[in-house]
């Protein structure tokens, strides 16, 4: 019984952790902005940072709309298997958020972008 009461403990604290953790549209810009636009940038951390964040938010999106399916609900967005996403094309629609939303996750920025681009009507 103690054993899960502190699985539990770490789970809720992992949880925590990864929500506060979740970068902005603003703080996605802001690092992108400061990576130099030549060949050496794949090679810095930050890039490798973004391009993590940008990945995992576009999985979870996924894996929301899985969910959705399965549970027989309609899904928010129906991306197809392959969706090609240029560094051009995600600065692009993170600079197109207005100034007073960039406070939001870039996992929602991307939901929105992904519901909009392929809606599921």
């Known amino acids: 019984m103690k054993t899960r009461s502190i699985a539990a403990g770490v789970l809720a604290l992992s949880l925590f952790a990864g929500a506060a953790s979740a970068m902005t549209v603003q703080e996605f810009l802001t690092t992108a902005n400061a990576i130099p636009q030549n060949p050496t940038a794949l090679l810095r951390s930050d890039t490798r940072?973004?391009?993590?964040?940008?990945?995992?938010?576009?999985?979870?999106?996924?894996?929301?709309?899985?969910?959705?399916?399965?549970?027989?609900?309609?899904?928010?967005?129906?991306?197809?298997?392959?969706?090609?996403?240029?560094?051009?094309?995600?600065?692009?629609?993170?600079?197109?958020?207005?100034q007073s939303r960039r406070n939001i996750s870039v996992t929602q920025a991307v939901r929105e972008w992904m519901a909009h681009d392929y809606p599921c009507a």
């Open 49 to 98: 940072r973004l391009m993590a964040e940008f990945r995992t938010a576009v999985h979870t999106v996924r894996a929301e709309q899985t969910q959705a399916k399965a549970a027989g609900r309609q899904p928010a967005t129906c991306m197809p298997d392959k969706v090609g996403f240029s560094p051009n094309a995600i600065l692009g629609h993170f600079n197109a958020v207005p």
